[in-house]
């Protein structure tokens, strides 16, 4: 049997619609007084098989799902949901089971919630993941600048660590690991001490074609 609670007369367009997929109608009346001070609508479908085509029907955007459901699991219906439409689902359960969480992550869930929970809590997750779906669907040129900005210096930084990276490879000098560290490391100043005599001492001369530098 489906309970759909309809929506309060002259509702403005920009409440959003929220589908709730759980058989039990108690809660599914509580949460939507609640939701309806908040400005969500809520409507709440029993039958997993008609919430599949209800939550694929792009009228809601979100949509709340439970994992015990009778005849039918929470997680098929969201791998079959997951196979036509990336609406945002929140999962709840009513077992604090962490394998639970993982394998409804790992189908496509957006959050995982338990039973019993806080309304307010409920809110503040169906709001976080709304501002995720909808930052995730924004084009590049509408997100911030700063971020935009930042994606590009930490790509220039990278690349110049990188060419100085390389530039300092080559530049190195070997030593003989047999070498004292002082001497390694005064290796330089003596390359360069050498270079600066042999160029202001002249050439010393045996004799006639046999000078020597």
């Not at 599914?28 to 400005?39: D, P, T």
């Not at 993941?129 to 084009?139: E, H, M, Q, T």
Request: with cysteine.
């Amino acid at each position: 049997m489906t309970d759909v609670l309809m929506p309060p007369p002259n509702v403005p367009d920009r409440i959003v619609r929220v589908l709730l997929v759980d058989d039990d109608t108690e809660l599914g009346e509580l949460v939507r007084e609640y939701l309806a001070r908040e400005g969500f609508l809520l409507e709440v479908e029993a039958d997993g098989t008609r919430a599949v085509d209800r939550a694929r029907s792009g009228d809601y955007q979100l949509v709340v799902l439970d994992v015990m459901l009778p005849g039918v699991s929470g997680f098929d219906i969201l791998r079959h949901l997951r196979g036509a439409s990336r609406v945002p689902v929140l999962m709840l359960t009513a077992r604090g089971d962490d394998v639970d969480r993982i394998v409804g992550l790992e189908l496509g869930a957006d959050d995982y919630l338990s039973k019993p929970f806080n309304p307010r809590k409920l809110v503040a997750r169906i709001r976080a993941i709304l501002r995720r779906a909808s930052y995730d669907a924004a084009p590049d040129s509408a997100k911030p600048v700063e971020e935009r900005l930042g994606v590009a210096k930490w790509l220039m930084s990278t690349r110049l660590r990188s060419s100085f990276s390389s530039s300092l490879h080559q530049s190195v000098i070997p030593f003989s690991s047999s070498e004292p560290r002082s001497e390694r490391l005064n290796a330089p100043a003596r390359t360069a001490r050498s270079a600066s005599r042999a160029r202001a001492e002249p050439a010393a001369c045996e004799g006639p074609g046999h000078c020597k530098q």
